[in-house]
């Protein structure tokens, strides 16, 4: 199980979203915008803010994960890339307890149905 937190700039948020919405492993997609600050590559001034939002998604098989950086990566990268596009975090997840049913650890990150 992991959580994968990915910090991605405002302007490309449902890009990465509508694609991660194919995947079959995520179950949901938490959204957290955000005001991040960052410095300017080759220049000494101050942190400048960046527009920028924070996806949080969990996922209960090592499968899932790669499948699910790749397509952020490749999603939230602007044309060849540039500095300020953000970032891809990957934690173990310890322990998942869904509270509509109590299933725990990786039945709590299977998507139910309503």
Avoid: C, W
Avoid at 18 to 27: E, F, H, P, S
Avoid at 67 to 92: A, M, N, Y
């Amino acid at each position: 199980m992991y959580e994968i937190k990915a910090y991605v700039r405002e302007v490309m948020a449902e890009h990465v979203i509508d694609a991660l919405a194919r995947v079959k492993g995520v179950a949901s997609i938490a959204v957290v915008s955000l005001n991040e600050f960052g410095h300017l590559v080759g220049n000494e001034s101050p942190l400048e803010k960046v527009q920028m939002v924070k996806l949080e998604v969990d996922v209960a098989t090592d499968a899932v994960v790669d499948e699910v950086v790749d397509i952020i990566v490749r999603t939230s990268r602007t044309r060849d890339g540039h500095p300020g596009d953000g970032k891809v975090l990957v934690s173990p997840l310890v322990r998942a307890v869904r509270i509509e049913d109590g299933a725990t650890d990786q039945s709590a990150l299977q998507p139910t149905s309503i």
